[in-house]
């Protein structure tokens, strides 16, 4: 919760339980509910992100020779 008691939405950890139509049920993680689930619209779910973790190799370096005439 905020500084105003009004309950921040953002990222939490969740399992997909079941959909009907256009709306989802979802277990969430660390979220005090009553029951522990919630229904939500399709907008409102974000799809499971299929990209690999960031590591020191997804990084690269390259060096470029700058003009001494045009160096600070």
Known sequence: MDELGVEVLGPHGA????SKGDFHVVELNGVSMPSGENIFP????RPRN???PVTAK???RVEIEVPEDIRD
Do not use: L
């Open 15 to 18: 399992y997909y339980k079941m």
């Open 42 to 45: 399709s907008e409102k779910v």
């Open 50 to 52: 299929v990209n690999p």
């Open 58 to 60: 997804t990084f690269v």
